[in-house]
């Protein structure tokens, strides 16, 4: 498993962005809405790290109470892998929980991804590679 991005929340995109921009980042690509999950975001790089910025798009956005609890700050780690299906198995076996079942993700070009949490860890995301 490789470390591909790290899932950041914002409560403004374009603010939290810009600042990003002065601490060196750059945009890789530009905002994509997500109808399905009620957010947009926006991917911005510095060297080998890439952020994903995770705007809620409404208070009504399943993401809106991740956004209370968790404020502007990082929430998940997402992984890239062969095979979900592969790559499950072992997490489930080491006790991680299915958010839901895996979908396609509009901002990653429409790779799937899937979501689950671990007691020790928190969320953790993985995309199909
Ligand atoms: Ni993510």
Request: glycine share 10%; with cysteine; charged share 20%.
């Amino acid at each position: 498993m490789t470390l591909h991005h790290v899932g950041y929340l914002v409560a403004d995109l374009a603010a939290a962005a810009e600042e990003f921009f002065c601490l060196g980042f750059t945009a890789e690509g530009d905002t994509v809405a997500d109808p399905v999950r009620e957010v947009s975001i926006l991917f911005i790089r510095s060297g080998g790290t890439l952020v994903e910025l995770i705007c809620p798009a409404g208070k009504d956005s399943p993401f809106a109470p991740l956004l209370k609890r968790f404020k502007n700050s990082p929430y998940h780690f997402c992984y890239e892998v062969k095979s979900l299906e592969e790559t499950e198995r072992e997490l489930l076996g080491r006790g991680y929980l299915p958010v839901k079942p895996p979908e396609h993700a509009p901002a990653l070009g429409g790779r799937m991804v899937a979501f689950y949490v671990h007691g020790d860890i928190g969320i953790l995301e993985l995309v199909e590679g």
